[in-house]
């Protein structure tokens, strides 16, 4: 049976383009004619960030996208963010630059085993971080967020008992933040999981008065290292307001193009991963490209799809994430 992905690949067709165009401007006129908006997430390369109609996390994208009157969603990020935008836009078309744009954290819980893995804790609640697989949102009880997932946790009573998935990183760091015995599944993600503690130390040795900023997706060690722990948006807030001048962030250096635009007078240095290169890029971001992103507006393809009877299970815990969140004032 084909994944939802391979599903979405069918009927995909490179094209050349026209070496003297003007991206920018071909890019402009299509999102007028076929009422198209762009989302950016912050991983995205700079050109990407900055035609971009709304810049963020994942999810605000899509709850953004939700909001517009636009007939075509096109979702610069990768194929679990597309997904999330289809499940609150069901109506609309949505579209991914490169359909092969994918992730190592959602990758690393195929719905199948998770399937598997919850049948054994019947009595337990699911809570999956955005971060996942359509799939994966309809076998969940709640979604959460990076930003949300310790206030999530928290609304529960304390006696009941909850799957974490996927991230056993995020998962650790929401235990350790609120005295829950959570049960994680055995997730990861590829970049959040190769920051060098020792290079690192190395930096701020170089940078004494720099703040280290991380994502709670990152290894515990590297989070007791940290000045400010927070999410994309959490992390670009913080070093905004934040009177120092100097931070080493410890998230995927795509975020450093805002940081930077936002703070002028200020320093930001990308954290070291543990192998030669000097800052730490998602693959699966950055295989999306302004030449990509062109010609999915131009051919309205490849275009995600996600059947009817996952979005109708899909939507109802992200619903109830919604809800919580109203609740607490989130």
Not at 35 to 49: K, S, T
Not at 142 to 169: G, H, R
Request: proline letters at 6%.
């Amino acid at each position: 049976m084909d994944t939802l992905a391979e599903i979405n690949l069918k009927g995909f067709v490179e094209e050349v383009i026209d070496p003297t165009i003007d991206l920018f401007d071909e890019i402009e006129k299509l999102k007028k004619e076929k009422n198209a908006v762009i989302l950016a997430h912050y991983y995205q390369e700079p050109d990407i960030q900055d035609i971009a109609d709304y810049i963020g996390d994942s999810l605000g994208l899509s709850q953004q996208a939700a909001k517009t009157d636009a007939d075509i969603i096109v979702f610069a990020g990768v194929h679990f963010m597309a997904e999330t935008a289809k499940i609150l836009s069901p109506n609309k078309k949505v579209l991914l630059p490169d359909l092969k744009a994918g992730c190592s954290l959602a990758d690393s819980c195929p719905p199948h085993l998770f399937r598997r893995f919850k049948e054994a804790y019947p009595d337990h609640l699911v809570i999956t971080y955005v971060n996942c697989t359509a799939e994966l949102k309809a076998l969940s009880d709640i979604v959460c967020t990076s930003s949300n997932a310790v206030a999530i946790v928290e609304s529960l009573p304390k006696d009941q008992k909850i799957i974490f998935a996927p991230d056993k990183n995020l998962g650790a760091y929401v235990a350790k933040k609120t005295g829950r015995d959570l049960v994680l599944w055995n997730g990861a993600c590829m970049v959040h999981e190769i920051f060098s503690r020792e290079k690192i130390t190395k930096l701020k040795e170089r940078y004494p008065n720099a703040k280290l900023i991380a994502h709670p997706e990152c290894e515990e060690v590297i989070l007791k290292m940290a000045d400010y722990i927070g999410s994309t948006t959490g992390l670009l807030t913080y070093a905004t307001k934040s009177p120092e001048k100097e931070f080493i962030v410890a998230t995927e250096a795509g975020i450093i193009h805002q940081m930077q635009k936002a703070n002028p007078g200020k320093v930001f240095i990308p954290a070291p991963p543990n192998n030669s290169c000097a800052c730490n890029d998602c693959p699966h971001m950055k295989r999306n490209t302004l030449e990509k992103l062109y010609l999915c507006i131009k051919n309205e393809m490849p275009e995600i799809i996600v059947p009817q009877h996952i979005i109708e299970r899909a939507v109802k815990p992200i619903e109830r994430m919604l809800s919580i969140s109203a609740k607490l004032g989130l």
